[in-house]
């Protein structure tokens, strides 16, 4: 069954560095996804993608995030300047069109130290 | 603005017992809601759609207009139900499909 991959699983960095979290969506599936979940809180959405541009996002979404489809296959969630509240699991989630189900990858745990 | 709530973050019942995991939702327009659940050390994944009206692994939830309500409930819970359980809402009038999460409530299934 085809799968959402994520990449690292697991990345630590210092406070203020840039992080890029990468995607790799199902491959005829044509919405892409961002959601976080803070150890302990619910899962938050973060983005939605469409058409190589942003469809939608939440208040969390600030200017330190961006979003881009690089290529034809990945999906890259980048936080300019990490805070330590950005420490969470991020999830990447995509969709076909047509479609109002989300697969899920299994995550990338950020740790802002 | 669009809202889901589940009372219980953690519900604990022995095997064979009966289980009721509590949703509430607020949405203004037609709401789509989903269960996801989350297997330890697994992904999300999706358990059942209200559109779908079906069983998947024993689980129902009827979608409760009046009561606001998307309660999942299986007659007879197995060791292997022990999960996290998301419950979910989509609205129609949003664009892309943008879910809002409740807050999960972890079942445990006791021998």
């Known amino acids: 069954e085809p799968e959402v991959t994520q990449t690292p699983s697991h990345q630590v960095t210092q406070m203020g560095q840039e992080v890029i979290l990468r995607c790799v969506p199902i491959?005829?599936?044509?919405?892409f996804y961002w959601y976080r979940q803070i150890l302990g809180q619910k899962v938050e959405f973060l983005v939605s993608f469409y058409n190589n541009e942003i469809s939608e996002k939440s208040e969390i979404f600030d200017d330190q995030f961006s979003v881009e489809r690089p290529d034809g296959s990945n999906f890259t969630l980048k936080i300019r300047s990490t805070k330590l509240e950005d420490s969470a699991m991020y999830f990447c989630?995509?969709?076909?069109?047509?479609?109002?189900?989300?697969?899920f990858g299994a995550g990338s745990r950020l740790t802002v130290l | 603005a669009q809202r889901v709530t589940q009372p219980e973050k953690l519900l604990s019942v022995f095997k064979g017992a009966p289980v009721e995991l509590k949703c509430n939702y607020s949405?203004?327009?037609?709401?789509?809601l989903f269960w996801y659940v989350q297997y330890s050390r697994q992904r999300l994944q999706l358990l059942l759609r209200h559109i779908s009206r079906e069983s998947i692994k024993g689980f129902t939830a009827d979608l409760n207009k009046g009561e606001t309500s998307f309660h999942l409930k299986k007659p007879f819970a197995q060791e292997e139900d022990s999960a996290m359980y998301y419950c979910?809402?989509?609205?129609?009038?949003?664009?892309?499909?943008?879910?809002?999460f409740g807050e999960g409530t972890q079942l445990t299934v006791n021998p």
């Open positions: 491959s005829n599936h044509l919405y």
């Open positions: 979910a809402l989509s609205g129609q009038e949003t664009s892309g499909s943008r879910l809002t």
């Open positions: 949405y203004s327009g037609s709401p789509e």
């Open positions: 989630a995509s969709r076909m069109r047509g479609a109002n189900v989300l697969t």
